[in-house]
């Protein structure tokens, strides 16, 4: 017999176990359906926002929002995968391992929003100066979200409650306030406002579980997690950069107006892309907490 037969023994039993299964299973279920739902939901505003403001203007939205997935990818900073696991493998620990990574997470994204409206107001015309301004904001409530939390401890569906109820802020905002072009700045607000639910929701309810958690800028427990975490920034950027560099050549050799019609066309492969991260994500923690026990 292999020395690894024993460890593949056990794991064979540990996911034979239906706790384990359907633990996974309902994760990825709340994940994913309220993904989909989500989903709908802000293509059916951003459909709205195209017939609204015509198709140049959404160009205009669509090339921005493609920046600020960068921003967003650098405010996550890969802790939605890495810091999940952490917490799947160090649950009492959360209070101080959460706040050192919330202090260190929010305070690179307000330099990154920062840099990024600086940029803005030095190099893009508008409307997108104005529109990549308050795109910027929205990378706030990204940092401050405790999400990751959420996953380690296995519980999507909170998740995914405030997730589609965001969205249906973000519509509702969106429907109530965008009327014309001179109101492509809405867009980032509304999303911005919707988001920002979600966070604090989310935050609230750890708060009543009884986790105390405040940002706090511990650099000596939150330094270790980032840079465990550099390798999956830098995978998620450069995936990145194949999945959505098209947006940006596009505004550069042709016209807005032809950024928001491909943007439109590529609405449904981005969605696909999303629903199918999303197993990995709620399988992650259950991996580190059996990992743990064994």
């Known amino acids: 017999m292999s020395p690894s037969a024993p460890s593949e023994e056990r794991d064979a039993r540990l996911f034979a176990d239906p706790s384990v299964n359907g633990r996974v299973v309902l994760n990825f279920a709340a994940l994913s359906s309220s993904e989909a739902v989500a989903r709908i939901i802000a293509f059916g505003g951003m459909l709205y926002v195209a017939r609204r403001v015509g198709a140049a203007n959404y160009g205009a939205i669509a090339f921005v929002s493609g920046l600020t997935l960068y921003l967003a990818k650098i405010a996550d900073f890969g802790i939605d995968t890495i810091g999940a696991v952490e917490i799947a493998k160090r649950r009492d620990e959360i209070p101080r391992l959460g706040s050192a990574i919330l202090g260190m997470r929010c305070t690179l994204a307000v330099v990154v929003a920062l ?132 947006v940006v050549f596009l505004r ?27 197993y990995g994500m709620s399988l992650l923690p259950t991996l580190a907490r059996l990992g743990r026990r064994s």
């Open 115 to 246: 840099a990024a409206i600086g940029g803005a107001q030095i190099w893009l015309p508008e409307p997108e100066r104005t529109v990549l301004s308050v795109f910027a904001l929205t990378i706030l409530p990204i940092a401050a979200s405790t999400k990751w939390i959420h996953l380690g401890l296995e519980g999507a569906l909170p998740i995914g409650v405030w997730r589609v109820a965001g969205e249906v802020l973000t519509l509702a905002l969106i429907v109530g306030f965008v009327r014309d072009a001179t109101h492509l700045w809405r867009v980032p607000a509304a999303v911005l406002v919707g988001d920002s639910l979600m966070t604090g929701m989310l935050g609230w309810l750890l708060v009543r579980q009884g986790y105390g958690l405040r940002p706090r800028w511990d650099p000596k427990t939150a330094v270790p997690i980032f840079v465990r975490a550099l390798p999956v920034v830098g995978q998620i950027l450069s995936g990145l950069f194949i999945y959505n560099s098209s």
């Open 252 to 278: 550069v050799m042709r016209s807005a107006e032809a950024v928001g019609l491909y943007a439109a066309a590529y609405a449904l492969i981005s969605f696909l892309a999303n629903i199918c991260s999303l």
